[in-house]
Structure formats: C-alpha cells, structure tokens
C-alpha cells in the first residue's frame, strides 16, 4: 500500500467551499474598489493638470498685460480655477475619510455631492448634461465609501450608455413607508433588452464589448459587486429598461432613526364644540 498522503485534504482546518468562494469574492470586491478608485484618479489627475493649465496661463497673460481691466480678469479666472481646485481636493480627501469597514450612520448627501463633482468635466466632455436631485433624507445605515464606489460606478456605466450625449439623473430621496433612504441613476442611452435584464447582475456578463475609449467598463464584474455590496447593507438594487429610452438603476438602504411625519388631528364630523354655563 502506498504511503503517500491523499490529494485531498480531508484537515478539519481546511475552509469548507462556502467559505471559500465568500473569501474570493471579498478579494473580488476589493479589486473592484482598486480598479474604481485607479479610474477616478485618472480622471482627477487629468482635470487637475487642466486647472493649473488655466492658473499658468492667465497668469502669464496677467504679466504680459498692463492695464487693470486684463488684470482683474485674469484674476478672476485664476480665483475660478482655484475654487476648482478646491473642490477637486474636497472631493478625493472625502473618498480618503470614508474608508470604515463597518456599517454606521451615513449622510448620503455629500457623498452624492462629492461623487457628481468629480465626474462632472467627464460628463461635459462626453456631452452628457447632469441634473442632480438631492432631498432630506434621514442618515442611511451604510458603509460611506463602498456606496460611493457603487454610485461611482453606475455614473460611469450611464455615460458610456450614452456614446453620442444625453441626460443623466441623479436623485437622492426618502421613501417614507419603506423607511429607506433611496438613490436613482437614470440615463438616456441605449438601454438594455429585456432579454438581458435578468442576467445584468451575473458576474462576467456584460452588454459591452469591452472597454470603451477612455479604457474604462468591458469586464462584466461592475454590476455584480454593486449588487453584492448592496445585498450586504440589507438593501436592494433594481433596474428599469427600455431599448432607445434608457436605464435607471435604484438603490434602496435601510434608514436610521427615519423621518416620522407628524399626525394630523382632524376635527370629529358633526360634534359641535359646546360651552360650559
């Protein structure tokens, strides 16, 4: 009888298959979260070098021109440029603080706010026009950064659905029966079949061919983890299509401490008040 151990390793410490396909797909979460958070810096890396392009240059243009009225409009331009700047760095410092691995009381506001910010140059240059629609709503019981990764890409996912421009819409709003705090992405683009749409969430299946020409999208793993990361807040994510109207995707999470409208109290029908003699 041969000595040699047995190819299967039957250790009691040896994770079982469940806990090894929860392990890849932590690992596949975290990769998603590098490669989203890779594309954004590309982006804001570009736009930032287009800020100070624009400082240098009406800067020199400040220098080469005396009189006051060039001057002040030079520096007008390079306080604009400046504020852009600002806002750039808000936004990526933002990102930075958000890193919690835990679920906890979460404005969404801001994280919409700073999310729209830092896609906005992407959107114009691709001529998509942005309308954003944020509502009171109370805090949501999330993780900040992985729900901006989500909206992140989703963003990204409506641009490149819109390949000759379009209208994209963000919305963020409380849905007071449900008690969730609701965010929407809805675009004009090509839409999906309705064929496809049981199959949007699958992992490595995409309507794409693969990426477009900014090099981003194509690999079919986008989707997958925005439900995954949703299905972990013990929220829900739904998508609506139509072919030649567009895509919305909502995104519902459970509120904290949610908005309880105050009772009306109503008069009862035919009592007449009466006085006391």
Known sequence: MSNQPSAVNDSPNQPSLEEQVETLKRRLAEAQKFTALGELMSSTTHEFN?????????????????????????????MAAGERAAKITTGVLGMAR???????????APLVKDAVMLLERE???????????IEETPPALAIGNQIQQVLLNLMINARQAMPRGGRLVVRLWYE??????????RDSGTGIPAEQLPR?????FSTKSGPDESGKGGTGLGLATCR??????????????????????????????????????????????????
Request: glycine share 4%; hydrophobic share 40%; with cysteine.
């Open 98 to 108: 958000n890193r919690s691995d835990r679920r906890e009381a979460t404005d969404l």
């Open 50 to 78: 287009n800020v100070l392009t624009s400082v240098i240059n009406y800067a020199q243009m400040g220098l080469r021109h005396k009189d006051e009225a060039t001057r002040n409009r030079c520096f007008e331009k390079i």
């Open 123 to 133: 959107m114009q240059k691709y001529r998509v026009e942005l309308e954003v629609q």
């Open 176 to 185: 007071a029966e449900e008690r969730c705090v609701s965010l929407m992405v």
């Open 228 to 277: 995954d990361i949703i299905e972990a807040h013990e929220g829900k994510i739904r998508v609506q299509s139509t072919v030649g109207v567009g895509t919305a995707f909502t995104i519902r999470l459970p509120a904290v401490n949610p908005i309880v409208p105050a009772p009306v109290i109503k008069p009862a029908v035919g009592v007449t008040p009466t006085t006391a003699t």
């Open 200 to 204: 949007i969430f699958d992992p490595f």
